[in-house]
């Protein structure tokens, strides 16, 4: 199963669950709808076509949202962004991944991680963010599936070696990152990241690389073909754990 069918094959488990999801290219339409959720604090700048331009346009980036089939109400979505090459621990130190070139930031973040945990800064990588799934459906499994959605329609645009997503210390202690969105590790990426009006906080790194990418399509694949229990609700997350198809390894040296 090659990537793009795989992400057609967790839309219709999806379907089955009673959810509708649509693919946007459009991340001010994104940007929005963060700002209509008050309990999505963080908006996400990484994202703002305004601080980045033609770097978050139609051929480097696209999001997709959750609806609900029977009131057609919008329950979730996240965004995924290519990069074609770059430093990824440069552009972290001076906050330009987040703001762009044409903000300035006065204080530098204290990246702790290092080149191995980084993607190569000469080849292409995707960043995952902006994940929201609505209270009243929270407990279903969502994010799984709009991971691994966001995930086959990424490999099969862009062809990337690399995606990672950056999370919060308490998501990374609970493991989420392994066995609910999908990453093969996780570590402590930079310390007291600043984010206007709320508190600095810790920055974890989850990734998955090189021939982990195919390797997690290639065995959920077996598994979306077999399982027909495979769908969002209490069932499926009470399941979650047991299926991750790549577990995590530990990263000497780093938190894992």
């Not at 090659?2 to 649509?22: K, Q, T």
């Not at 530098?108 to 980084?118: G, I, K, N, Q």
Request: hydrophobic content about 45%; proline content about 7%.
């Amino acid at each position: 199963m090659d990537s793009l069918s795989y992400a057609n094959a967790i839309v219709d488990a999806m379907n089955a669950g009673g959810y509708r999801v649509e693919v946007d290219p459009d991340l001010t339409a994104l940007l929005q709808a963060i700002l209509r959720h008050s309990d999505k604090r963080w908006g996400n700048p990484e994202f703002d076509p305004l601080l980045h331009g033609d770097a978050v346009g139609p051929d480097r980036a696209f999001w997709i949202r959750v609806h609900s089939r029977d009131d057609d109400q919008l329950v979730g979505f996240a965004a995924a962004r290519f990069m074609p090459s770059g430093d990824l621990l440069a552009m972290s130190r001076d906050y330009s991944f987040w703001y762009g070139p044409a903000v300035t930031i006065h204080s530098r973040l204290e990246v702790t991680a290092d080149a191995s945990v980084a993607p190569d800064p000469s080849a292409g990588w995707v960043h995952y963010g902006a994940g929201w799934v609505h209270k009243d459906h929270r407990g279903k499994g969502l994010i799984w599936f709009v991971c691994r959605i966001l995930r086959g329609i990424a490999l099969a645009r862009w062809r990337h070696a690399y995606d990672f997503a950056f999370t919060a210390p308490a998501l990374a202690a609970s493991g989420h990152p392994i066995w609910g969105q999908g990453y093969a590790h996780q570590a402590i990426f930079a310390r007291d990241y600043w984010r206007p009006g709320l508190p600095t906080l810790d920055v974890h790194l989850a990734w998955r690389a090189g021939t982990e990418l195919m390797a997690q399509i290639e065995g959920e694949a077996v598994l979306l073909e077999t399982d027909r229990d495979i769908r969002p609700g209490p069932a499926f997350h009470a399941r979650l754990k047991t299926l991750s198809a790549t577990p995590a390894r530990p990263v000497p040296g780093r938190a894992g």
